[in-house]
């Protein structure tokens, strides 16, 4: 299928790595140039220098923390015009709320709710005039199904939600689409991490705690980040400008809700 998207550009960030690059290389299978954020300037140059040489596509990039004022303005200074808005940002440490004081609650909200509005805030109005945009909120499969160690995330994420509802209702009839993309569980860093965590409560080793995970998944597996770039790709496409306000939930059926 086509999505229609060759030529137009895209701002995706904390792309280097993990979920944001596996968004960043499906949009760049499907012709769109890109500008891509991450605070490590090694694994975003290398992973540049990737989606140039495969799919021969722009490839623009912007060290800095995307959390941070600085961050956003360079950031936005790139790309002031994006056609596409990939929201990602590292989810705050996983711990027992009784350890968290203001600031670590300050820290997750400002990182995980409140930059990605402000980033909206920045784009919307111009895709508006031009009659196309599509943003996508990576946030989590916690939003639905609360994870007791991610209390930091599973607040911060679900204030966005819950702000996009009210958004994304204003700005569809303008072809300005705006969706959240849950992972469940992904085989990235921030799960190897979370992991290692556990592992340190329970006595179990990091990879018994993996392997029980994967098997009690009822697809018997992780998620890959093609399959998660891939469905980025398709709520970006000119196909999906009837999907808003929606928050798709990728994690191989783990929710046990009937209504996804």
């Not at 596996?22 to 992973?47: K, S, Y």
Request: charged share 20%; proline share 5%; glycine share 14%.
């Amino acid at each position: 299928m086509d999505m229609g998207l060759r030529g137009k550009t895209a701002l995706v960030t904390a792309g280097s790595k993990g979920l944001g690059k596996g968004c960043a290389m499906a949009l760049a299978a499907e012709g769109v140039n890109l500008v891509i954020t991450a605070r490590g300037a090694e694994a975003l140059t290398r992973t540049a220098e990737e989606l140039r040489s495969t799919y021969g596509v722009t490839v623009h990039t912007v060290v800095g923390d995307i959390t941070s004022e600085a961050g956003r303005a360079a950031a936005l200074a790139a790309c002031p015009t994006p056609d596409i808005l990939v929201n990602n940002a590292g989810g705050p440490p996983p711990g027992d709320f009784r350890e968290w004081d203001r600031e670590a609650w300050v820290n997750a909200v400002d990182a995980n709710m409140i930059t990605p509005i402000l980033l909206i805030r920045s784009v919307v109005d111009g895709m508006i005039a031009r009659r196309f945009g599509r943003i996508v909120n990576i946030t989590s499969g916690s939003v639905k199904f609360p994870i007791p160690e991610l209390g930091l995330s599973n607040g911060a994420r679900a204030g966005l939600t819950g702000f996009i509802a009210g958004l994304s209702r204003t700005t569809v009839k303008h072809n300005v689409t705006i969706n959240g993309l849950l992972p469940g569980p992904f085989d990235t860093d921030r799960l190897r991490a979370n992991f290692e965590f556990n592992a340190k409560k329970s006595g179990k080793s990091a990879a018994d705690l993996r392997a029980a995970r994967a098997a009690s998944n009822p697809a018997g597996r992780f998620g890959t980040v093609e399959e998660f770039g891939a469905t980025c790709a398709f709520l970006c496409s000119v196909h999906a400008g009837f999907i808003t306000g929606q928050n798709l939930l990728m994690d191989g059926g783990a929710y046990p809700g009937t209504f996804g």
